[in-house]
Nanobody
Framework: QVQLVESGGGSVQAGGSLRLSCAAS????????MGWFRQAPGKEREGVAC????????AYADSVKGRFTISQDNAKNTVYLQMNSLKPEDTAMYYC???????????????????WGQGTQVTVSS
């Protein structure tokens, strides 16, 4: 059974930074994709960033390119999301998930992802 646990959320002012962590345990296997997603109240879940844990290849939503960086520490089975230059519109619950199919951030491909974590709240004030 795969378990994902997010941490690192909090409240910051606009322009600030946070680093989220997603620790994976269980039968994650070696070839997988890890992704970060977010959902604000009243809005649909949005794909933020993902990484192929074998090659380190990454993909980002246009809304976060140049500000967010996804990275991994394979020895710790942990994926990080470094968030810089935060904006109030980044306020959301952030979730991580695992996929064995693709680094897919489009909403119509969310069924590629599973074993969602419980989420960590990020609040950015102006």
């Amino acid at each position: 059974q795969v378990q994902l646990v997010e941490s690192g959320g909090g409240s910051v002012q606009a322009g600030g930074s946070l680093r989220l962590s997603c620790a994976a345990s269980g039968a994650t296997y070696s070839r997988n994709y890890m992704g970060w997603f977010r959902q604000a109240p009243g809005k649909e879940r949005e794909g933020v960033a993902c990484i192929y844990t074998v090659s380190g290849n990454t993909a980002y939503a246009d809304s976060v390119k140049g500000r967010f960086t996804i990275s991994q520490d394979n020895a710790k089975n942990t994926v990080y999301l470094q968030m810089n230059s935060l904006k109030p519109e980044d306020t959301a619950m952030y979730y991580c998930a695992i996929s064995w199919r693709a680094c897919a951030l489009r909403i119509d491909l969310f069924d590629y992802w599973g074993h969602w974590g419980q989420g960590t709240q990020v609040t950015v004030s102006s």
